[in-house]
């Protein structure tokens, strides 16, 4: 899901149900979460978040002071959510300084820019390379996602 479709889908998810809850989530059947731009996969990984957190199976502000591997540990036992997911979880929402996503796509595609890479590196490749930017990869990440976005930019107002 693109950056765009992303904030359209949450946009109108707020419009719906004002600032997203579980329990706001959950009172949402399957055609009202299609209109907001849930595909059918994100409906079902959604709902077993929501039911998480109003179970108890995870509590968002406890985990805030949990290590990141024990953030990783729960989160990931919920279907849909992987690794990439609690990365930029720990990234942009706990503003862990050291989290990286190293197989965002975006993040890979920066750096093969800025390197001059002759192709884009595999994510083992690239964590590799952010080892050097240790224990503040997330500032590298936010740079490189910040010129990720300026060059789609630039392509665009080229394009136009």
Do not use: C
Request: hydrophobic fraction near 45%; glycine fraction near 4%.
């Amino acid at each position: 899901m693109s950056l765009a479709s992303a904030k359209t889908a949450f946009d109108r998810l707020s419009a719906v149900i004002g600032l997203p809850t579980p329990r706001g989530f959950l009172t949402l059947d399957d055609a009202q979460l299609k209109a907001v731009g849930f595909s059918r996969q994100k409906t079902r990984y959604g709902r077993e978040l929501a039911r998480a957190a109003l179970d108890g199976d995870v509590d968002l502000e406890r985990l805030a002071s949990e290590t990141d591997d024990v953030v990783r540990a729960v989160l990931t036992k919920i279907p849909g959510i992987g690794n990439w997911t609690v990365d930029v979880y720990l990234l942009l929402a706990l503003q862990r300084p050291d989290a990286f996503a190293a197989s965002d796509l975006a993040l890979l595609t920066a750096v093969q820019r800025i390197k001059n890479l002759d192709r884009r590196p595999t994510p083992a490749e690239f964590a590799t390379m952010a080892e050097d930017w240790r224990p503040y990869r997330a500032g590298a990440a936010r740079l490189l996602w910040h010129s990720y976005l300026s060059e789609r930019a630039e392509k665009k107002i080229r394009e136009n």
